[in-house]
Structure formats: C-alpha cells, structure tokens
C-alpha cells in the first residue's frame, strides 16, 4: 500500500462515513462582522401573526423589549370564539394589537353561504376587525354542494372581494405554500428533512398545482381592482421574486407580507435588496412566528446589516440547510416597511366597536 493509500484509510477510518442527515449539524467556520440589533431601528408593526393562545400581558412585555408597536393577530377562532379573542386582546391593549378575521367555511353546502358570508364579515370589521384571511384550505380541501374543490376564483365569492371594498379593509391570501411543498418528498428536495419529519405538509399531487393555485389567485386580485389584497408570505413565491415584480407592477392593489419568508429572501441578498427598494411602499413587517425576542432581533439584523451567513429566524423545524445574509436596508425604506405601510391599510375612519 503506498503512503497516499494509507493516509487516505487513516483519514477514512476517523470520519463517521454512517453519520445521518438528521444528526449533522455543521458548525460554520467563517468569522465576519456580527451585529446585535437589539430594538427595530423606528417602531414596528408586526402585520401577521397568530396569538390566540398567548397571554396578552407576555406578549406586550415582548413588544416593549424589541419595539413592536402593534401586533395584528390573525385569529384562527370563527364565530363567537373569535370575537372573544378579539375582545380579550382589544380590551387589555387597545393601542397595541388588531385582529384579522379568519375565513369561516362553515355551512358551506348551504345554498344561502356565499350570502351569509358577506354578514358574517360585515359583522366582524363592525366589531372591529381591520381584515380578512383565506387560508389555503381553498383551492385545496375546501368542497362545495356539489362536492367539487372550491376554486380561488370562483365567481361566487366576488360579492365578499367587493364587501371588502366596500368597508375599506384589506383581505389577505395565504392559499400555497413553498415550492418545495408542491415537490415530491425525495432527495432532490432541498426541504426534505422538514417535509420527512411533516410529511403532511406536502401536496405534491394535488388537484391543482401550485402555479394552477397562484394564478387562480391573481385573477382574483385582477377582477377586483378596487379591493385591497395582502399576498401573505410574499405572494407565497419568495422563491421566484421576478415573478412577484410583476405581481406588484401589474396588480396595484396587492400588498405583500415578509412573514416568515427571511429564510428564502436571506439567501439571494442582491436581488432582495433590488426588490425591496422598487416595492418599499407594498412589503409589509411580519413574523408569523411565536413571539419571542430573539426572533425579533433576527429579523431587525436581516433588514438592517450587511451581516453575512448567520441564521433565520423558524419555527422548530429549520426549513433548508442554508443561512441567510442582510439587507442593510435605507431608513426611508425601513420606515415604510416597518410601520407606515401598515397604516395606509388600518381602516381608521370605520365606527367604533371593539377597538381594534
């Protein structure tokens, strides 16, 4: 055997050639600039998280500790379920948290739905809330009387887009997922080990793909132009943000949020950036994440430093084995993302019911 043979058996006998992926945890080697951002550099509004199951006086304490000036929650509850969350929030702090009704589906197969529908959401912004949210399960389990997947773009839905119009308050779309969601569970998949572990994330094989899901959603957005739209998570297309410009540059009702989307915004720095400085009037703050101050001062160092490689701010499970880079972001631009895009949507002129 010569001396290489050897070294390279000697090399080969210390590595763990079994170790598996789940158990790598690589430990990057790079040392480069790291900077603590402690507070959002102007007050926050953190547009789309999810506090039903907080305590509003934990979460204030957070808030004041990171200098998040409201919170809008994004109930999960419906009915009278909701408007007590509403109310337990609204009442303790009423300066500091607004709430974003949930879609009800129920009663669906009733021929009278899509009527009762537009009253149930007039009711809700009468009691206060500043919105709408249709989840994904439209598009994608949601099934009328007929037993047919209820489209996105299905005319019977128009009369609650107009309402929306009507009242002057936004509704948010969160109807796909990322791509790698819509992509079989295999090696190629650069989420595998989160969509391994929740396999039910997955919907790969659907009745519509994710392209068929967005573009029911942007005719939607399309045939009410004076209805105003928030694409939660970027439009749900984070991933492809040429797209998203021409999202943005063709439908000026829609707002986006940049709500747990750092991870695939981080890792393109140059082209974020471009993006976030053509569309700083339409990106909304938000973390959908559990409010936690760590969490919060991630995101602030991902807008506001040129750090590099460090990591994004997730939920329990990582999403791909990447780390992400700053914006370092112009305080013009901060100041609109942060906070004053955010009020352009709060409908202040509304009657008074619950304070939102």
Not at 129 to 158: F, P, S, T
Request: proline letters at 6%; charged letters at 30%; one cysteine or more.
């Amino acid at each position: 055997m010569s001396e290489t043979d050897k070294f390279i058996a000697m090399v080969s006998a210390k590595a763990d050639v079994d170790l598996r992926l789940s158990d790598f945890q690589p430990r990057s080697m790079l040392v480069t600039p790291a900077h603590h951002v402690p507070r959002a550099k102007f007050a926050a509004i953190d547009y789309h998280n999810h506090l039903d199951a907080h305590d509003p006086a934990d979460v204030l304490r957070i808030m004041d500790e990171c200098g998040i000036e409201r919170i809008v929650n994004i109930t999960m509850k419906v009915g009278d379920e909701a408007l007590a969350v509403m109310r337990r929030f609204h009442t303790f702090a009423p300066e500091r948290f607004s709430t974003i009704a949930w879609m009800d589906w129920s009663g669906l197969q009733e021929p009278d739905f899509f009527e009762r529908t537009v009253e149930r959401f007039r009711r809700f912004v009468e009691a206060g809330a500043c919105g709408l949210k249709i989840w994904k399960d439209l598009g994608l389990q949601v099934r009328d009387a007929n037993g047919e997947l209820l489209r996105i773009d299905d005319v019977r839905l128009a009369p609650l887009f107009e309402e929306a119009a009507k009242l002057g308050v936004p509704i948010m779309f969160h109807i796909a997922d990322p791509d790698a969601f819509f992509l079989p569970i295999d090696r190629f998949n650069e989420r595998y080990e989160e969509l391994a572990a929740h396999p039910d994330w997955g919907f790969h094989g659907s009745q519509y793909s994710k392209d068929d899901l967005l573009a029911q959603r942007d005719r939607v957005f399309a045939r009410h132009p004076h209805t105003t739209f928030v694409a939660a998570h970027m439009a749900e297309k984070p991933e492809n943000l040429a797209y998203l410009d021409n999202l943005l540059s063709t439908c000026p009702n829609v707002f986006v949020d940049m709500s747990a989307r750092t991870a695939e915004l981080g890792r393109q720095p140059y082209t974020s950036r471009d993006f976030f400085l053509r569309h700083a009037g339409r990106i909304l703050f938000g973390t959908d994440l559990v409010p936690e101050i760590e969490m919060y001062r991630l995101n602030f160092r991902f807008l506001e430093t040129s750090d590099e490689y460090f990591e994004y701010p997730s939920h329990a499970s990582r999403q791909g084995r990447w780390n992400i880079y700053g914006l370092h972001l112009p305080d013009d631009v901060l100041r609109k993302i942060y906070r004053e895009n955010a009020l352009r949507l709060f409908n202040l002129d509304q009657k008074p019911g619950i304070p939102r």
